[in-house]
């Protein structure tokens, strides 16, 4: 009995477990400790009798000396614990760099008959099936290259099996979500390998080896070999997972409900369902919203990968309609267009929510059900291809119409800055009269958005929601929404000046002795100066810690309910409303970092902020 092979354990192992726990924990969701118990059973029972095996037939053994001596199926006990240990460290390292993946994305539709997925699958296949048959001939010989073969043969099986199942997953996913949690661990384990366990562990059998060495008196190659395919093994199960789980969120037509914890049943029809049953439209849909949303707000694509399932998909789709829509309006070349643009948005809500529509030939029909061709058409003859995919997928069954209308109108108080002399109070006044238009504003086009993503997270966590709970968050959430509107005025001060917004109310401005015109004058001069106007700019940041003075008491005021909402997004909107105010934070630290005349958070803050949020209330 010794205590050598349990100190490899304690000094290398579980050290690495208790960290990536750590780190995972706040991220952690029933489905991911699902997903590691599910891996791990697999991987300890399909283990089990292979390694059973090589002991029985002297291939490998333990010197008694180094082991407690619990045993199961003459397996020392501190062997199955590294089936275990392995499997949940190079598994949560998969999870962690895979957070912000959203699955749907990499899915692939195969197009019936030739296609170059079918040559990738058969690659694949023909090498993992030769190497099996080589596998074969090495046990078959039973030299020093059997232990080799023995590994082959139990490996590769399971992983052409994987292959087969989620291969164009396997390719189509980021290097960093694959070759990553597969290359770390095991460079690990084999350096682990090298320094601890030259002192004799464990033996391998010398008639049974080929006495190769990975590097000159160290590493044999078996041991090699052993610890690259586990960690293969382990991720491609992940993957293989992964790939089930994106196929059920992601086509409701095929599978309109979906539990949080699909049975194992439920996994493997989604893996088996052909790719050419696949919704094209909607896969290349979703990868333009993901794209929108990475490269236009950092804050709400970092939230986004703290949601989960079918929540995460429609509010990525809601952002890419706001950010569609506030888009075609912003960068209209005139008022004119921005006006035809909000005409045209609202024309496509009057379609989703209206009764009938009149066709071509005066025939009325409704646009929801079977004839919703016509809308298609009208969206195809009126938006270009960037847009439509969004309008297409936007959710609006389980969104209000309230909320999106009012939206628009916020979107139109923009339009009365645009055109000098238009605006309701003179040359660059725009419609922000006083600290209750603001207010109004801020309503319109974010409380707005507030109230849509919570709609849509009680739709998809509806259960013990009582009407009058569900009304109160909608209050703070839709204050919550101001709090973010006035953090993204402070910071947009100048960007808003140098376009002849200004949103500040002019009561604020004449307490700086300042008007509209002279405040955009103003910024407009201290754009490229070397010298900034101190005085000047002592003014623009009173006027900006005014703003967030606002921001932070709608904040404050509202914060609290965000732990009312269901479990399973209260955390990710904690997330989503912390790094927004981050921003606000930053803004109000002396020497604040800026990008393109706009304030960055730093991405290790951001990082840090987001992991924190998920912990709980600040
Ligand atoms: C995680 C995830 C994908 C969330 C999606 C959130 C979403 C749908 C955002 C839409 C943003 C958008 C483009 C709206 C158009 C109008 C607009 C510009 C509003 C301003 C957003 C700023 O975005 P950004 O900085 O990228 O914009 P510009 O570059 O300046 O153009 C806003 C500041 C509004 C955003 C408001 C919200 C997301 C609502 C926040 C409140 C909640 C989530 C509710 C919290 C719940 C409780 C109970 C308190």
Redesign the pocket.
């Given at each position: 009995m010794g205590y050598d092979y349990a100190l490899v354990h304690l000094t290398y192992t579980i050290p690495p477990a208790v960290l990536l726990s750590l780190i995972y924990w706040p991220l952690s969701t029933r489905l991911d400790v699902y997903r590691i118990l599910f891996l791990i059973t697999i991987a300890v029972v399909s283990t089990i009798p292979w390694d059973s095996y090589l002991i029985r037939h002297n291939i490998w053994s333990y010197p008694e000396d180094v082991v407690i001596g619990w045993t199961l199926f003459r397996i020392p006990l501190e062997e199955v614990f590294f089936f275990v240990i392995q499997t949940y460290n190079a598994g949560l390292l998969y999870l962690l760099l895979n957070k912000p993946v959203l699955g749907s994305v990499h899915l692939v539709r195969e197009k019936p008959g030739r296609s170059k997925w079918k040559y990738v699958k058969l690659s694949g296949s023909i090498a993992l099936a030769l190497a099996i048959k080589k596998g074969i001939e090495f046990v078959r010989q039973g030299k020093e290259r059997t232990y080799l073969g023995l590994i082959l043969i139990w490996a590769l099986p399971f992983l052409f099996l994987l292959w087969n199942l989620a291969y164009q997953f396997l390719v189509n996913l980021p290097f960093t979500s694959t070759l990553v949690p597969i290359a770390l661990p095991t460079a690990y384990l084999w350096l682990v390998d090298t320094w601890a366990l030259q002192r004799g562990t464990w033996v391998i059998s010398s008639g049974t080896k080929t006495g190769l060495h990975l590097w000159p008196g160290s590493l044999e190659v078996e041991e090699a070999l052993f610890f690259s395919l586990t960690n293969c093994l382990i991720v491609f199960g992940l993957v293989a997972f992964d790939n089930a789980i994106a196929v059920l969120h992601t086509f409701p037509a095929h599978f309109p409900r979906v539990p949080e914890l699909p049975s194992p049943m439920l996994l493997v029809k989604a893996l088996l369902l052909p790719a050419a049953a696949y919704n094209d439209d909607r896969i290349l849909g979703l990868q333009r919203c993901v794209a929108r949303?990475r490269a236009?707000?950092r804050?709400?694509?970092l939230?986004?990968s703290?949601?989960q399932g079918r929540l995460?998909i429609d509010?990525?789709i809601?952002?890419s309609?706001?950010?569609v829509?506030?888009d075609l309006i912003?960068n209209a070349e005139s008022t004119a267009e921005a006006k035809e643009w909000v005409g045209k948005l609202k024309q496509y809500l009057d379609y989703c929510y209206g009764g009938a529509v009149k066709t071509k030939d005066g025939r009325e029909i409704s646009p929801r059900d079977p004839n919703q061709g016509v809308v298609t058409q009208w969206v195809m003859s009126q938006f270009l291809e960037d847009a439509r995919h969004t309008l297409f997928m936007l959710p609006t069954e389980r969104l209000g119409k309230e909320p999106l209308y009012e939206?628009l109108r916020?979107?139109e108080m923009d339009l009365e800055f645009t055109g000098s002399g238009e605006g309701r109070g003179g040359m660059v006044g725009g419609p922000i009269k006083t600290e209750q238009d603001l207010d109004v504003y801020g309503a319109r086009?974010?409380?707005t958005?507030?109230l849509?993503?919570?709609q849509l997270v009680l739709y998809h966590y509806p259960e013990g929601m009582k009407e009058e709970k569900a009304k109160r968050?909608?209050k703070?959430?839709h204050?919550?929404?101001i709090?973010?509107?006035y953090?993204?005025i402070a910071?947009?001060l100048e960007v808003d000046a140098r376009n002849k917004r200004v949103y500040v109310p002019p009561g604020w401005l004449k307490k700086e002795k300042l008007t509209p015109e002279s405040f955009v004058s103003g910024v407009l001069k201290q754009g490229g100066a070397k010298d900034q106007d101190e005085f000047f700019m002592k003014k623009v940041n009173t006027i900006r810690g005014r703003l967030l003075d606002r921001a932070f008491e709608f904040y404050h005021r509202?914060?609290s309910?965000?732990e009312?909402?269901p479990p399973e997004a209260s955390g990710?909107?904690r997330?989503?409303?912390e790094s927004?105010m981050q921003?606000g934070r930053e803004l109000r630290r002396p020497g604040w970092k800026s990008k393109g005349g706009?304030a960055t958070v730093p991405v290790g803050t951001r990082l840090w902020v987001g992991w924190r949020a998920l912990l709980g209330p600040r």
């Open positions: 949303l236009k707000s804050s709400f694509y939230a986004s703290a949601f995460r509010l990525i809601l952002y309609f706001c950010r829509a506030d912003d939206l916020g979107f086009v974010a409380g958005v507030a849509l993503c919570i968050l909608m703070a959430g204050d919550m929404g709090a973010l509107q953090t993204n910071r947009d509202s914060r309910a965000i009312e909402l990710a909107m997330v989503a409303v927004y921003i706009r």
